[in-house]
């Protein structure tokens, strides 16, 4: 059974730093992508950086480029957002993600809230 556990989350001012965790286990991740998505209030899920678990070339929705890194550890079979310099719009509940490459097959975490204090 596949399982996605984050954590890390919680309050924080602006300008601050978190990092969050999600832990997969259940199966092999090597032919996924693994995603850190995020839903605000009244708005829809978006994505905000994803990886391959294989390989690197991470990517980065527009907003948080250049203050979010995603990276994983394999050894752990963990993935890692690290958030800094931190906004009031970053707000939300955040989700990891594992899409099979090349498939519909998807996992997702139960989710994280994160809220940034103006």
């Known amino acids: 059974q596949v ?6 989350g919680g309050l924080v001012q602006a300008g601050g730093s978190l990092r969050l965790s999600c832990a997969a286990s259940g199966r ?3 032919s ?3 995603g850190w998505f995020r839903q605000a209030p009244g708005k829809e899920r978006e994505l905000v950086a994803a990886i391959r678990w294989s390989g690197n070339s991470p990517s980065y ?6 203050r979010f890194t995603i990276s994983r550890d394999n050894a752990k079979n963990t ?3 690290q ?3 931190l906004k009031p719009e970053d707000t939300a509940v955040y989700y990891c993600n594992a899409r099979a490459l090349f498939s519909t097959i998807s ?6 809230q994160v809220t940034v204090s103006s």
């Open 79 to 81: 993935v890692y957002l």
């Open 28 to 30: 092999t991740f090597s």
């Open 61 to 66: 929705a527009d907003s948080v480029k250049g």
């Open 107 to 112: 996992y997702w975490g139960q989710g994280t």
């Open 3 to 8: 399982q996605l556990v984050e954590s890390g």
């Open 32 to 34: 996924y992508v693994m």
């Open 83 to 85: 958030m800094d310099s």
